[in-house]
């Protein structure tokens, strides 16, 4: 059996790293089928997404917001160069602990970050400040409900290692307080195992009175990574 200090070098990042999703997977990480969005939608730690512009053309009112959106287009296309080899060499080397029956293979995962990557900085050049806002949790400057819903992928839990129980805690609550609803995917780990901190995080949302549940997703590329964290408010 793989340790655990073993598993989580098949992901040596370095951190946590930019590399967006598109609008399809969005749509099944957070069950859409469910909850077709509602606008205001906030975009949390989305990175080079290209969820918010795909959404717009949509007609939905998305807002995102990144920390790394303070940075020029070019810069973020720089940082997502050099997360590409890093990426790249994890899911070669981890391809067990996924379910390719989506993907196929990590080439087209490639080729998916980088159609992801060239809508978003379309639209990062084209909207600015306007759709895409430089934020960070745990302290995002919006008002209390001025969205109906946020959605975060891979940021909480996924990177637990560079991210606390703390930083769990604050940032779901922080969350709920921008938003009617939130939804958050995957409740795992880089390693692939159920996260720590979720347990902090339930008990955290219950003790403020709010309503959390795990909710299963037509989504599973983590192998067992199949369920997303619902907060709501009544």
Excluded at 63 to 72: E, F, G, Q, T
Excluded at 152 to 165: K, M, N, V
Aim: one cysteine or more; glycine letters at 8%.
């Amino acid at each position: 059996m793989i340790k655990e200090a073993e598993a989580r070098k098949e992901f040596d990042l370095g951190g946590i790293v930019p590399w967006g999703r598109r609008y399809d997977e969005y749509a099944d990480y957070f069950a859409f089928a469910d909850m077709p969005p509602e606008g205001p939608v906030l975009d949390v730690g989305g990175g080079p997404a290209s969820f918010a512009a795909e959404a717009a053309e949509r007609g939905l009112n998305v807002v995102a917001c990144d920390p790394i959106y303070a940075a020029s287009g070019e810069a973020i296309r720089q940082r997502f160069e050099a997360t590409r080899n890093d990426m790249m060499a994890g899911l070669r080397v981890a391809q067990y602990r996924f379910n390719w029956k989506r993907y196929g293979s990590p080439e087209r995962i490639e080729k998916i970050r980088r159609e992801a990557l060239e809508l978003f900085l379309a639209d990062f050049e084209a909207c600015g400040r306007e759709r895409y806002v430089p934020a960070s949790l745990p302290a995002l400057p919006f008002g209390n409900d001025a969205f109906q819903t946020a959605l975060c992928s891979h940021l909480l839990f996924l990177y637990g290692d560079d991210l606390d129980a703390a930083f769990h805690v604050s940032a779901a609550l922080e969350l709920a307080r921008v938003a009617r609803e939130v939804r958050i995917f995957p409740l795992v780990n880089l390693d692939g195992r159920p996260s720590s901190h979720l347990p902090a995080v339930m008990d955290a949302l219950e003790a403020a009175g709010l309503f959390p549940e795990l909710v299963r997703v037509p989504f599973e590329f983590q192998r067992g990574a199949t369920r997303m964290l619902r907060i709501r408010k009544e």
